[in-house]
C-alpha cells in the first residue's frame, strides 16, 4: 500500500492535466482492476515532450535524484572520468507540467534518455567523529572523507513514442 500511495503522489504532485487519468491507471494496476483509462493524445504528448522543460527521477549509486537540463548533483564515487559524458540507465519517471510516464519500475531504455558530464571528482567535507569518555583520560578523534563525482544534467530527452509502446 505505501509503494502506490508514493507513486499516487508523485503522479499528482501537480503534474498536470493528465495527472488524474494515470492516477486511475496506477490504482488500477496496483488492485488488480480493469478500470477503464483515458487514452492520451500522441501527438499532444509530442508537442508538449518537446517544448516545455520536462525532468526525470533517476537512479545512480541506489539513491534517486530529481534532475533537469542544466542541474548539478553530487553522487557518490563513479568510475568516470573528468569530462566524460555519461549515460544515465535507470529511469525511473518522466514528466513535464503536461504528462508523467512512470515506469514499472524503470522506464523503457529507448523511452527516456537523460545524459550527463562529469564535472570534477572529488571529497566531501570532512566528517569528524569524536568519542570522550570524561575524567577518565579518553579521548578518540576520527576524520573521515568521502570520495563523491560531480554531474551536470546535459538533457532529459523523452520519446513519445517509445512511451507508447
Known amino acids: 500500500a505505501s509503494r502506490l500511495g508514493r507513486r499516487a503522489s508523485l503522479i499528482s504532485a501537480g503534474l498536470g492535466r493528465f495527472a488524474p487519468a494515470l492516477r486511475r491507471a496506477a490504482t488500477a494496476a496496483a488492485t488488480g482492476s480493469a478500470a477503464p483509462t483515458t ?3 500522441l501527438a499532444a504528448l509530442k508537442k508538449d515532450a ?3 522543460p520536462t525532468f526525470a527521477i533517476v537512479q545512480l ?4 535524484y530529481k534532475v533537469r537540463p542544466t542541474d548539478i548533483i553530487v553522487s557518490d564515487h563513479l568510475q568516470v572520468n573528468v569530462g566524460d559524458q555519461i549515460r544515465l540507465e535507470k529511469v525511473l519517471l518522466v514528466g513535464s507540467p503536461s504528462f508523467t510516464a512512470v515506469g514499472t519500475p524503470l522506464l523503457n531504455r529507448d523511452a527516456a534518455v537523460v545524459t550527463a558530464t562529469v564535472l570534477e571528482q572529488t571529497k566531501t567535507a570532512e566528517v569528524v567523529s569524536f568519542k570522550k569518555k570524561r575524567r ?6 576520527k576524520v573521515h572523507q568521502q570520495y563523491v563525482t560531480v554531474l551536470r544534467i546535459n538533457a532529459v530527452d523523452v520519446n513519445v513514442d517509445a512511451l507508447q509502446a
Not at 549509486?61 to 534517486?64: A, C, I
Not at 577518565?136 to 578523534?141: D, F, L, M, P, V
Open 39 to 41: 487514452q492520451i493524445p
Open 50 to 52: 518537446a517544448e516545455l
Open 61 to 64: 549509486t541506489g539513491k534517486q
Open 136 to 141: 577518565k583520560g579518553y579521548a578518540r578523534e
